[in-house]
Antibody, heavy 123, light 109 residues
Framework: EVQLVESGGGLVQPGRSLRLSCTASGFTFGDYAMSWVRQAPGKGLEWVGFIRSKAYGGTTEYAASVKGRFTISRDDSKSIAYLQMNSLKTEDTAVYYC??????????????WGQGTLVTVSS | EIVLTQSPATLSLSPGERATLSCRASQSVSSYLAWYQQKPGQAPRLLIYDASNRATGIPARFSGSGSGTDFTLTISSLEPEDFAVYYCQQRSNWPPQITFGQGTRLEIK
Protein backbone atom coordinates (compact mmCIF):
# COMPACT_ATOMS: atom_id res chain seq x y z
CA GLU A 1 0.00 0.00 0.00
CA VAL A 2 1.37 3.40 -1.00
CA GLN A 3 1.69 5.78 1.93
CA LEU A 4 3.01 9.32 2.21
CA VAL A 5 3.42 10.81 5.67
CA GLU A 6 4.33 14.47 6.14
CA SER A 7 5.92 15.84 9.29
CA GLY A 8 7.60 18.98 10.55
CA GLY A 9 4.77 21.48 10.44
CA GLY A 10 4.01 23.93 13.21
CA LEU A 11 3.97 27.56 14.26
CA VAL A 12 6.86 29.71 13.06
CA GLN A 13 7.56 33.43 13.08
CA PRO A 14 7.79 35.46 9.87
CA GLY A 15 11.29 35.45 8.42
CA ARG A 16 12.23 32.15 10.07
CA SER A 17 12.80 28.72 8.48
CA LEU A 18 11.13 25.34 8.67
CA ARG A 19 11.81 21.96 7.06
CA LEU A 20 9.06 19.53 6.17
CA SER A 21 9.63 15.83 5.55
CA CYS A 22 7.62 13.35 3.52
CA THR A 23 8.28 9.71 4.32
CA ALA A 24 7.16 7.31 1.60
CA SER A 25 6.45 3.60 1.66
CA GLY A 26 4.81 0.94 -0.48
CA PHE A 27 6.57 1.81 -3.76
CA THR A 28 10.04 2.30 -5.23
CA PHE A 29 10.53 5.89 -4.14
CA GLY A 30 13.51 6.57 -6.39
CA ASP A 31 11.49 5.85 -9.53
CA TYR A 32 9.10 8.76 -9.01
CA ALA A 33 9.07 12.53 -9.10
CA MET A 34 7.59 14.05 -5.96
CA SER A 35 5.73 17.31 -5.49
CA TRP A 36 4.58 19.60 -2.71
CA VAL A 37 1.14 21.21 -2.95
CA ARG A 38 -0.30 23.60 -0.38
CA GLN A 39 -3.72 24.84 0.61
CA ALA A 40 -4.25 28.02 2.59
CA PRO A 41 -7.14 27.90 5.09
CA GLY A 42 -10.44 27.92 3.21
CA LYS A 43 -8.71 28.33 -0.15
CA GLY A 44 -7.88 26.22 -3.19
CA LEU A 45 -4.86 24.14 -4.11
CA GLU A 46 -1.52 25.69 -5.05
CA TRP A 47 1.43 23.76 -6.49
CA VAL A 48 4.67 24.60 -4.66
CA GLY A 49 7.28 22.63 -6.57
CA PHE A 50 8.56 19.23 -7.61
CA ILE A 51 11.73 17.19 -7.77
CA ARG A 52 12.38 14.81 -10.63
CA SER A 53 13.64 11.29 -10.11
CA LYS A 54 17.40 10.70 -10.36
CA ALA A 55 16.80 9.07 -13.74
CA TYR A 56 15.70 12.50 -14.96
CA GLY A 57 18.45 14.39 -13.24
CA GLY A 58 16.84 14.92 -9.84
CA THR A 59 16.27 18.55 -10.78
CA THR A 60 13.66 20.82 -9.27
CA GLU A 61 11.04 23.34 -10.39
CA TYR A 62 9.15 25.85 -8.26
CA ALA A 63 6.16 28.12 -8.33
CA ALA A 64 7.01 31.78 -8.72
CA SER A 65 5.57 32.52 -5.26
CA VAL A 66 8.24 30.42 -3.51
CA LYS A 67 11.18 30.42 -5.92
CA GLY A 68 14.38 31.48 -4.20
CA ARG A 69 12.92 30.83 -0.72
CA PHE A 70 11.91 27.14 -0.83
CA THR A 71 14.09 24.15 -1.74
CA ILE A 72 12.99 20.59 -2.41
CA SER A 73 15.42 17.71 -1.98
CA ARG A 74 15.24 13.95 -1.70
CA ASP A 75 17.04 11.06 -0.04
CA ASP A 76 16.22 7.96 -2.05
CA SER A 77 18.07 5.70 0.42
CA LYS A 78 15.55 6.72 3.11
CA SER A 79 12.53 7.26 0.84
CA ILE A 80 12.12 10.81 2.09
CA ALA A 81 11.40 14.07 0.29
CA TYR A 82 12.07 17.39 1.99
CA LEU A 83 10.75 20.91 1.68
CA GLN A 84 13.09 23.51 3.14
CA MET A 85 11.23 26.77 3.65
CA ASN A 86 13.23 29.93 4.34
CA SER A 87 12.22 33.56 4.80
CA LEU A 88 8.69 32.49 5.62
CA LYS A 89 5.84 34.94 5.15
CA THR A 90 2.39 35.04 6.70
CA GLU A 91 0.95 34.14 3.28
CA ASP A 92 2.82 30.81 3.41
CA THR A 93 0.37 29.66 6.08
CA ALA A 94 -1.24 26.52 4.68
CA VAL A 95 -1.61 22.79 4.87
CA TYR A 96 1.31 21.31 2.92
CA TYR A 97 0.73 18.06 1.06
CA CYS A 98 3.37 15.73 -0.34
CA UNK A 99 2.34 13.96 -3.53
CA UNK A 100 3.61 11.25 -5.84
CA UNK A 101 3.69 12.32 -9.48
CA UNK A 102 2.69 10.24 -12.46
CA UNK A 103 3.55 11.18 -16.02
CA UNK A 104 1.55 10.52 -19.16
CA UNK A 105 2.69 11.98 -22.45
CA UNK A 106 3.67 15.56 -21.64
CA UNK A 107 1.26 15.77 -18.74
CA UNK A 108 1.47 14.84 -15.09
CA UNK A 109 -0.89 14.27 -12.19
CA UNK A 110 -0.71 13.50 -8.49
CA UNK A 111 -1.90 9.96 -7.83
CA UNK A 112 -1.13 9.69 -4.13
CA TRP A 113 -1.28 12.37 -1.45
CA GLY A 114 -0.18 12.52 2.16
CA GLN A 115 -2.55 13.64 4.90
CA GLY A 116 -0.93 17.08 5.02
CA THR A 117 0.90 19.05 7.69
CA LEU A 118 -0.14 22.52 8.84
CA VAL A 119 2.35 25.37 8.73
CA THR A 120 1.31 28.57 10.49
CA VAL A 121 3.44 31.66 10.00
CA SER A 122 2.61 34.23 12.62
CA SER A 123 4.28 36.48 15.15
CA GLU B 1 1.27 30.93 -17.01
CA ILE B 2 -1.75 28.90 -18.06
CA VAL B 3 -4.85 29.86 -16.08
CA LEU B 4 -7.61 27.33 -15.46
CA THR B 5 -11.11 28.69 -14.87
CA GLN B 6 -13.74 26.39 -13.41
CA SER B 7 -17.48 26.89 -13.62
CA PRO B 8 -19.80 27.09 -11.91
CA ALA B 9 -18.26 28.07 -8.59
CA THR B 10 -21.05 26.20 -6.81
CA LEU B 11 -23.39 23.56 -8.17
CA SER B 12 -26.49 22.53 -6.20
CA LEU B 13 -27.98 19.18 -7.18
CA SER B 14 -29.82 16.25 -5.65
CA PRO B 15 -28.66 12.64 -5.34
CA GLY B 16 -29.41 10.73 -8.54
CA GLU B 17 -29.01 13.80 -10.75
CA ARG B 18 -26.30 14.31 -13.36
CA ALA B 19 -23.49 16.76 -12.62
CA THR B 20 -21.52 18.60 -15.29
CA LEU B 21 -18.46 20.59 -14.21
CA SER B 22 -16.43 22.73 -16.57
CA CYS B 23 -12.75 23.70 -16.72
CA ARG B 24 -11.45 26.15 -19.30
CA ALA B 25 -7.75 26.76 -19.98
CA SER B 26 -6.34 30.14 -21.08
CA GLN B 27 -4.42 28.35 -23.83
CA SER B 28 -4.36 24.83 -25.20
CA VAL B 29 -3.19 22.09 -22.84
CA SER B 30 -3.87 19.33 -25.38
CA SER B 31 -5.35 16.49 -23.29
CA TYR B 32 -3.03 17.02 -20.33
CA LEU B 33 -5.68 17.74 -17.74
CA ALA B 34 -6.52 16.01 -14.48
CA TRP B 35 -9.46 16.21 -12.06
CA TYR B 36 -9.45 15.79 -8.28
CA GLN B 37 -12.10 15.45 -5.59
CA GLN B 38 -11.59 16.88 -2.11
CA LYS B 39 -13.84 16.29 0.89
CA PRO B 40 -13.65 18.43 4.06
CA GLY B 41 -10.62 17.62 6.18
CA GLN B 42 -9.21 15.21 3.61
CA ALA B 43 -6.47 15.29 1.02
CA PRO B 44 -7.53 15.52 -2.62
CA ARG B 45 -8.05 12.30 -4.57
CA LEU B 46 -7.16 11.85 -8.23
CA LEU B 47 -10.23 11.03 -10.34
CA ILE B 48 -9.26 11.57 -13.97
CA TYR B 49 -5.97 12.11 -15.81
CA ASP B 50 -5.17 12.76 -19.46
CA ALA B 51 -8.63 14.35 -19.71
CA SER B 52 -10.58 11.09 -19.86
CA ASN B 53 -8.73 8.27 -18.08
CA ARG B 54 -10.15 7.19 -14.75
CA ALA B 55 -7.62 6.66 -11.99
CA THR B 56 -7.41 3.35 -10.20
CA GLY B 57 -10.51 2.54 -8.17
CA ILE B 58 -12.62 5.44 -9.43
CA PRO B 59 -16.25 4.45 -10.13
CA ALA B 60 -17.52 4.42 -13.69
CA ARG B 61 -20.08 7.18 -12.93
CA PHE B 62 -17.15 9.63 -13.16
CA SER B 63 -16.09 10.53 -16.67
CA GLY B 64 -13.94 13.22 -18.25
CA SER B 65 -13.92 14.69 -21.72
CA GLY B 66 -12.45 17.52 -23.75
CA SER B 67 -9.21 18.66 -25.30
CA GLY B 68 -7.46 21.90 -26.11
CA THR B 69 -9.02 24.52 -23.86
CA ASP B 70 -12.42 23.10 -22.81
CA PHE B 71 -12.89 20.17 -20.47
CA THR B 72 -15.79 18.58 -18.64
CA LEU B 73 -16.10 16.31 -15.64
CA THR B 74 -19.41 14.45 -15.59
CA ILE B 75 -20.89 12.47 -12.73
CA SER B 76 -23.68 10.45 -14.29
CA SER B 77 -25.83 9.85 -11.19
CA LEU B 78 -24.82 11.55 -7.96
CA GLU B 79 -24.26 9.47 -4.86
CA PRO B 80 -24.32 11.09 -1.39
CA GLU B 81 -20.54 10.70 -1.10
CA ASP B 82 -19.94 12.71 -4.29
CA PHE B 83 -20.75 16.06 -2.69
CA ALA B 84 -17.35 17.69 -2.39
CA VAL B 85 -15.06 20.24 -4.05
CA TYR B 86 -13.61 19.39 -7.46
CA TYR B 87 -10.41 20.81 -8.96
CA CYS B 88 -8.89 20.59 -12.41
CA GLN B 89 -5.10 20.70 -12.89
CA GLN B 90 -2.66 21.01 -15.78
CA ARG B 91 1.09 20.86 -16.29
CA SER B 92 2.98 22.96 -18.85
CA ASN B 93 6.49 22.01 -19.87
CA TRP B 94 7.85 25.43 -20.69
CA PRO B 95 8.12 27.06 -18.39
CA PRO B 96 7.63 24.02 -16.13
CA GLN B 97 4.56 24.96 -14.14
CA ILE B 98 1.57 23.21 -12.65
CA THR B 99 -1.67 25.06 -12.05
CA PHE B 100 -5.04 24.24 -10.51
CA GLY B 101 -8.44 25.69 -11.17
CA GLN B 102 -10.11 27.52 -8.31
CA GLY B 103 -12.52 24.67 -7.66
CA THR B 104 -16.22 23.88 -8.01
CA ARG B 105 -18.19 23.11 -4.88
CA LEU B 106 -20.83 20.45 -5.49
CA GLU B 107 -23.47 20.73 -2.77
CA ILE B 108 -26.68 18.94 -1.93
CA LYS B 109 -29.80 20.78 -3.03
Amino acid sequence: EVQLVESGGGLVQPGRSLRLSCTASGFTFGDYAMSWVRQAPGKGLEWVGFIRSKAYGGTTEYAASVKGRFTISRDDSKSIAYLQMNSLKTEDTAVYYCTRDIYYGSGSAFDYWGQGTLVTVSS
Amino acid sequence: EIVLTQSPATLSLSPGERATLSCRASQSVSSYLAWYQQKPGQAPRLLIYDASNRATGIPARFSGSGSGTDFTLTISSLEPEDFAVYYCQQRSNWPPQITFGQGTRLEIK
